[in-house]
């Protein structure tokens, strides 16, 4: 598990000069589509995809929304618009000790970062790949080869500034983590894997899709996309699955794929389809409902089915969420689908007495399913004191300590000490 530990030394910054000012966007997506709207992208079932922006032309709302998700940009190609640290003067710069440092550059070329020992460059590589939304923070890769490593240098967002990457030693500059399917399986829709070489995976580097797009929850898409544009009067949708219509477990293997914590993978990574058995493909490592497994790689999917709501009902992920669309932080929006089970005045509404000040309806969320800090992720500042993460647990509940202190943020808020 300490592949997942995540250390983020506090940032130091320098003023640097900085003479580099144009701004390029540049792509390393390699695969470019044929005319007949195939990507030439096969998925190991032997069925192939659409690849992105496919879905565009026929489902133009869906994708709208749906690229301003979480999803949708949790990997992409590095970009000034998708790397979300600053290349400005005076705070591109990282400060490992008064010998190293590393600095993050945006030439006509791409977006570097460089690794400099006692004011001499030593090492430079390209932005090629982001990993993360930044909702956290975000990593970033580069290609050598066909195998994908990570860059020394990641951004963390509470701060707002570039940070050591997880993992790396902070008393050397290295460029060697190489990044595994498994990683990427939960960041991507697919990359095909080709042989291990001298311990690190390789990948086809022509059959790439990033984000977590639609293909990723709907299947590989390609005889949709061309049955649909041979025949459009046809208003149903065909070769195509709806996760609306497959069973509870085939819905939430499809979300607990990368929502369950680290699983035991016995078959390839990307390999699971939605409707697929996903005990087929991997079997889970962690307790359900042990706080332990609270964690930005966390366990959403064991702890909702720990919680009566989900044991007493038939509710799955999309009871709460729409995943179409980016509903981050909207409390009274999810406090709206918790009152499609628990209606006021029915027999199972919530006991708390509502006062001047607390409306229920605006935020059952806080009290029942409160943002609790994680056991594993955590900052650790220079002082070598640690901050952890906080993350929504998913074990609905009674939570006596944090209604407690729910209550008192609502009535200091109102009645403000003098
Ligand atoms: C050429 C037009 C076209 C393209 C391109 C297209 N679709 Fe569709 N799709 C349709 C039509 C028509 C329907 C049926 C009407 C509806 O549900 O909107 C449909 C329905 C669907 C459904 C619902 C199926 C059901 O049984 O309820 C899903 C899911 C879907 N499409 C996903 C996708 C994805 C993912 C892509 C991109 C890879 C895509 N579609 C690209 C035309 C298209
Ligand atoms: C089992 C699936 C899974 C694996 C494997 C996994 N992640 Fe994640 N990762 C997630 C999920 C889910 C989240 C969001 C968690 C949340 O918000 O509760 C996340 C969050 C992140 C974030 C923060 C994203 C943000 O927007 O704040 C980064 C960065 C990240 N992962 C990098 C990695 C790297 C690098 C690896 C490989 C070493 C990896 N992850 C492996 C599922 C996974
Ligand atoms: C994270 C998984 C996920 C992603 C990514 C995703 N979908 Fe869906 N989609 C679902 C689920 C789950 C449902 C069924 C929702 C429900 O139960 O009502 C659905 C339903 C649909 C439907 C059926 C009609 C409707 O509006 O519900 C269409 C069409 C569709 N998706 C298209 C897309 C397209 C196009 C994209 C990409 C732009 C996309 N989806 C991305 C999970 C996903
Ligand atoms: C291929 C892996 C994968 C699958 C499948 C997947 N997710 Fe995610 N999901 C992620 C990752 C990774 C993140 C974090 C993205 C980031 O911020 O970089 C995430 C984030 C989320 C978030 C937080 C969004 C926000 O606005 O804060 C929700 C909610 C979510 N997923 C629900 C679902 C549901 C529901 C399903 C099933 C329909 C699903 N996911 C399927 C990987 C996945
Ligand atoms: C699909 C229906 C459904 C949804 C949606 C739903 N619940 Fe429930 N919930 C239930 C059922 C059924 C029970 C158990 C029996 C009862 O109390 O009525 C329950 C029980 C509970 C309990 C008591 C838990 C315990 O361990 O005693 C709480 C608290 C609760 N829900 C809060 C919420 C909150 C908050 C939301 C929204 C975030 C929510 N529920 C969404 C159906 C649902
Ligand atoms: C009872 C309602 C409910 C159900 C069911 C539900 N969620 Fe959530 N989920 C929420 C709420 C509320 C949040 C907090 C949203 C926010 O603050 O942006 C959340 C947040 C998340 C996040 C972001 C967590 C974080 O703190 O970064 C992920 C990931 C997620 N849900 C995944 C899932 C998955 C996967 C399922 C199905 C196994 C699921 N959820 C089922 C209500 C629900
Ligand atoms: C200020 C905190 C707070 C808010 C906001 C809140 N609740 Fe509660 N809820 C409580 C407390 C306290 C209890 C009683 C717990 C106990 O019995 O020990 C409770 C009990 C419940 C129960 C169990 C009822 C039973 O029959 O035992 C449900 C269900 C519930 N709440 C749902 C909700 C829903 C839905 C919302 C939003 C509309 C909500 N709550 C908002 C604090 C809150």
């Not at 592949?3 to 966007?25: D, E, G, P, Y």
């Not at 540049?26 to 032997?46: A, Y």
């Not at 390209?126 to 939304?133: A, R």
Request: aromatic share 8%; with cysteine; glycine share 8%.
């Amino acid at each position: 598990m300490s592949l997942l530990k995540i250390n983020i030394r506090s940032t130091q910054v320098i003023i640097t000069a900085c003479f580099i000012a144009l701004l390029m966007l540049v792509s390393t997506c390699e695969f470019t589509k044929s005319d007949d709207g195939l990507s030439g992208i096969v998925h190991p079932s032997g069925e192939e995809f659409a690849g992105t922006g496919t879905c565009d032309q026929c489902h133009q709302s869906i994708a709208d929304s749906h690229a301003l998700t979480p999803h949708a940009r949790t990997s992409g190609v590095g970009t000034l618009e998708t790397v979300l640290g600053s290349f400005d003067s005076g705070k591109n710069t990282f400060i490992l000790n008064d010998r190293l440092k590393v600095s993050m550059e945006k030439t006509p070329d791409g977006l570097f970062q460089r690794a400099f020992v006692a004011g001499k460059e030593v090492d430079r590589k390209p932005i090629d790949i982001v990993i993360g939304s930044g909702r956290q923070g975000q990593t970033y890769l580069f290609w050598q080869e066909n195998t994908l490593f990570q860059l020394p240098v990641s951004y963390h967002a509470s701060s707002d500034s570039w940070s050591n990457s997880p993992g790396y030693p902070t008393d050397q500059i290295l460029f060697n983590r190489s990044i595994s399917a498994r990683c990427l399986e939960c960041h991507s829709t697919y990359l095909k894997i080709g042989k291990t070489i001298d311990g690190h995976e390789t990948f086809d580097r022509k059959q790439v899709i990033l984000g977590v797009d639609c293909e990723r929850c709907h299947g590989p898409a390609a005889k949709h996309v061309t049955f649909h544009q041979k025949n459009p009067g046809e208003d149903k949708g065909q070769y195509i699955t709806n996760p609306a219509q497959l069973t509870r477990k085939q819905k939430l293997d499809n979300c607990a794929l990368c929502h369950s914590g680290i699983r035991n993978n016995f078959m390839p990574s990307f390999s699971y389809k939605v409707g697929d058995d996903l005990d087929d493909f991997s079997l889970p490592t962690q307790p359900a409902d042990s706080g332990a497994t609270l964690d930005v790689h966390g366990n959403q999917y064991g702890l909702l089915t720990s919680s009566k709501c989900f044991r007493m009902s038939t509710m799955d992920c999309s009871s709460c969420h729409n995943v179409h669309t980016r509903e981050t932080s909207k409390l009274e929006l999810f406090s709206a689908r918790c009152m499609n089970c628990h209606k006021r005045g029915g027999d199972n509404f919530c006991k708390q007495r509502e006062f001047p000040g607390l409306v229920l309806s605006k935020n059952c969320i806080d009290c029942h399913m409160p943002a609790l800090p994680s056991r594993q992720v955590f900052l650790r500042s220079s002082g070598n004191r640690s901050t952890p993460f906080f993350v929504r647990t998913h074990l609905v509940g009674n939570y006596e300590r944090q209604v407690k202190l729910f209550i008192e943020k609502i009535t200091t808020k109102n009645f403000p000490a003098k």
